[in-house]
């Protein structure tokens, strides 16, 4: 039973338009989710974070999306970059908590 | 900064031969983590240990035992290895709960 859910294992986009990823959750403990970037052979990099108290956080190119409600969150990539392709995991912990469950992992394609 | 530093890179083992899997690290870090990665599976936590001298199971502890002998290294021992561990496994550290995890490179493991 998967608690965190990457129901896109693919996605391809043209370099500056907008990349969106998804992400949804069914833990309702869960209250600290990130994003992390995965090129091939090399282990996995963290992107960005976003604790429950907020429903949004920016880093340049890189915003995360949290939607308590509908457990779900999103990753925004603007512009898209030909160097942004790469395997994005999704990752929630429950606050205090420290182990992190992923999920399956998104590729992401830029074309240029 | 080396970061986390795993041992070896690659690996082939044939089914019922024992290893021994190296993880350390150099940031200071009280937490660390073995993870491995299957595809269509992301990641999951074999094993964490939270300080030095505690260790605790994770999702998929089965088949592995781990040592972390000192606050630098954290081992990943597979005793009687199965096909069914063949995958990808990465180690990493974290410095204290809801600080993103960093990860080293990965070990890549086929069990024949």
Known sequence: DQQVKQNSPSLSVQEGRISILNCDYTNSMFDYFLWYKKYPAEGPTFLISISSIKDKNEDGRFTV?????????????????????????????????????FGAGTILRVKS | NAGVTQTP???????????????????????MYWYRQDPGMGLRLIYYSASEGTTDKGEVPNGYNVSRLNKREFSLRLESAAPSQTSVYFCASSDRNNSPLHFGNGTRLTVT
């Open chain 1, 65 to 101: 999306f949290l939607n308590k409600s509908a457990k779900h969150l999103s990753l925004h990539i603007v512009p898209s970059q030909p160097g942004d392709s790469a395997v994005y995991f999704c990752a929630a912990s429950a606050w205090g908590g420290n182990k992190l469950v």
């Open chain 2, 9 to 31: 890179k690659f690996q082939v083992l044939k089914t019922g031969q024992s290893m021994t899997l190296q993880c350390a690290q150099d940031m200071n870090h009280n937490s």
